[in-house]
Structures are given as C-alpha cells and as structure tokens.
C-alpha cells in the first residue's frame, strides 16, 4: 500500500496567496516540490485546491486550510474547496455522515452556513458497483453539492453516479456502468454533444456510447474521461492547449504542434486555418472541440487518472508517469519552466527521482501529486 512505503505529496504552480506548494518561495513554483505542511508533517490522503487556497485532509480525519483561507476541524473523512464554498464531509450520528458548507473566510469557526445530514452508501454486494467518488458527489452517490444555490442537488435514481466532476460552468458524471452524462453551459464546446448550446439536465453522451469509462475529469471549460482500457477522450476549449491539440495562441509563440490535427473539422470542431505549415498548406488549429477527441499520449501508455485544473490536463499512466499539457504560466505543467504546451509531455522529475505517481489533483492554476518511491 502507499501508506506502507512512504509516499510524499509535491506540488507545482501558483501559490500566491501562501498557499502550501512545495517551499512556498514567492507567486509561483516551477518543478515538483515536496509539500511544507502548516503545522508540521501532516499525514494527507486528499487534497483539494481552489484558486487562492488548498484544504488537506489527513488520514487521521483532520482538514487543514492554507493560504487565503485558513483554519483546521477534525472528524473529516472529505474536503472539497471552491471559491464560494468549502465543503467538508464529517462523522456523523451512528452510520451516516453530516455535510457542512462553510464561507472559506471563516476559519471553521462559529456556525457553517448550513448542514446536511446525508446517507452512506448502502452496503452489500452491489455497492461496488455504484461506489461513490470523493467529494462533490455525496457518500449516498444520490446526490451532489454545487458551489452555488442551490448548494444540495438532488441526482435522478436511474443515474447511479459512481463520480461527479464540476467545471467551471457545466458538470460531468461517470455512471455505474461506464456511462458520461454532461449538463450545464457548453458554449466552449465542453459537454461534448457536437453542439455549443446547453443542456439544463445530465444528458448521456452519445459519442462514447458502447466505450464504458472509468474516470472523468472536469477543467474549467473542457472535459476528459479515460476508457476503462487506458485510452483518454477529450473535448472542450482548447485555447492554451489544454486539448493537446494544436492552437494558435501558442503557434504565435513558435511552441505549436501545428500541422498534427489535418482533418478534424470533419466531426464538428472549430478550426482556424491561419499559418502555413512546412508544405505551405495552411496548418489546422483547433479553437473548439465539441466532440470527444481520441488522444495518443505515447507508445504502449495506459492512462489510469486525470485530472483538470482550469486550462491545463494531467494524466496518470499505470506505470506511474506523470504527463502534463496545456496552460503553463505559473509552472502548473512541473515542466521547470512558464511554457504553455499543446501536446502531452512526461513530467521527469518523478523519473529522475526513481519516484512513481499514485495520484494527482489540479487546483485551477496548480497541481497535486503523490508519488512513492519504485520498487528495486
């Protein structure tokens, strides 16, 4: 297990409001850096992370806020932070939970803003089958919490989400068959249905019918899912690359994969042919995709997990690389560097370290990893 063989937490981006990111030094942190817990070495198994502040959850059940959000509570088996609203899931009156939202300001003292008492997932045989991800999808896998009113949204039964990932303005679920549904604002192309108008209810995403998944993951404005054989799927807004498709605000810049992409207007995507390419044909960049794109990470790579920060990706592979695109400012990518990428790239850092990555957590403008060292 990973507790067992020591694993670290490091973290790499934006860390203006002192948030913990590694040393902490200044607005930002390029490359992977152990995590400098407040209070010491925490024992964190999640992280969640907002803009200006991160929430730890340590395995002993205590949250920790850091950055512009401080404070701590015990009796936490869940976070989930959000500029509005920090979410905390904490023991309840004999086998259920209690879900409490608090103003991020508050420091977890006084009263939160309000409390719901929520069910666990029933037990037996089938709960494997429906059991419910972290936070913001709640314990009874019935329902969810939004950072906005209303805070408690209820999910239909015929749904049995197993996880639920919030955009910035549209939500995705994974259901217990492998199954995506997509609902809210699609203007960017985000919820996948070959269209750039919303949808008000989950809708099952037609495309991927037939493909059972096995994660989902929702940026800011685009969307991935990993089939349960390893291949990634992605749709969305590409305009920093964050599709790993080639686009023109980084081919302006010289660090485009212009050229790469020929031919995928046929399924729907908006494509801005401006520059020419070696051949002197115009190059394809891809502004919108609004249909899963498949996407080839490298040779023989198995995806395990994603994850989405506001305009970057990460994916985890089952040999335990990390690959990073997209959005790289604040050194969000690990890469040692502020470039933004539209192509996936291994972060080597965890190479170099002999390190393999278990999991990993985009905030919107940084990144989350836990990595244990390879075994000899």
Not at 31 to 48: K, Q
Not at 104 to 132: F, H, I
Not at 240 to 257: F, Y
Request: charged content about 20%; overall charge negative.
């Amino acid at each position: 297990m990973d507790e067992e063989r020591g694993g670290t937490w490091f973290g790499f981006g934006f860390c203006g409001f002192g948030q913990v990111l590694g040393a902490g030094l200044g607005r930002q942190v390029h490359s992977p850096e152990p995590l400098r817990t407040p209070g010491g070495s925490l024992d964190v198994c999640r992280v969640s992370a907002s803009w200006s502040y991160t929430a730890l959850v340590t395995r002993g059940g205590r949250v920790q806020l850091s950055g512009a959000a401080g404070g701590a509570a015990g009796g936490c088996t869940d976070a989930w932070a959000s500029e509005e609203l920090l979410v905390l899931l904490r023991a309840g009156q004999g086998a259920g939970a209690e879900l409490q939202a608090w103003a991020p300001g508050s420091a977890l003292r006084g009263e939160p803003l309000w409390v719901q008492a929520v069910q666990e997932a029933e037990p037996g045989p089938s709960r494997d089958e429906t059991q419910a991800g972290p936070l913001p999808l709640l314990p009874c896998a019935r329902a969810y919490v939004s950072p906005r009113p209303p805070f408690y949204r209820p999910l239909a039964p015929t749904l049995r989400a197993r996880r639920l990932e919030l955009g910035a303005e549209h939500a995705l679920l994974l259901g217990a068959a492998g199954q995506v549904f997509s609902w809210g604002a699609g203007r960017h192309g985000q919820l996948g249905h070959g269209t750039l108008e919303p949808e008000p209810e989950p809708r099952l995403l037609e495309a991927l019918q037939g493909l059972p998944m096995a994660e989902v993951a929702a940026g800011g404005w685009h969307s991935v899912c990993l089939s349960e054989t390893g291949d990634i799927y992605i749709w969305g807004w590409n305009e920093s690359g964050q599709l790993a498709l080639p686009t023109k605000s980084l081919a302006e810049d010289g660090k485009t994969t212009a050229g790469e992409a020929s031919g995928l207007d046929e399924d729907g995507s908006e494509v801005k042919r401006v520059s020419a390419g070696e051949d002197g044909a115009p190059a394809p960049f891809i502004a919108v995709q609004p249909f899963p794109a498949l996407l080839d990470l490298s040779p023989g790579s198995e995806a395990v997990k994603v994850s989405c920060g506001s305009r970057h990706t990460a994916v985890l592979t089952r040999t335990g690389e990390l690959y990073t695109w997209g959005w790289g400012k604040y050194g969000q990518l690990g890469h040692k560097d502020t470039t933004s990428l539209d192509r996936p790239c291994r972060v080597e850092y965890f190479v170099d370290k002999q390190l393999q990555v278990k999991t990993v957590s985009c905030g919107p403008w940084n990144t989350y990893v836990y990595a244990v060292e390879k075994k000899s």
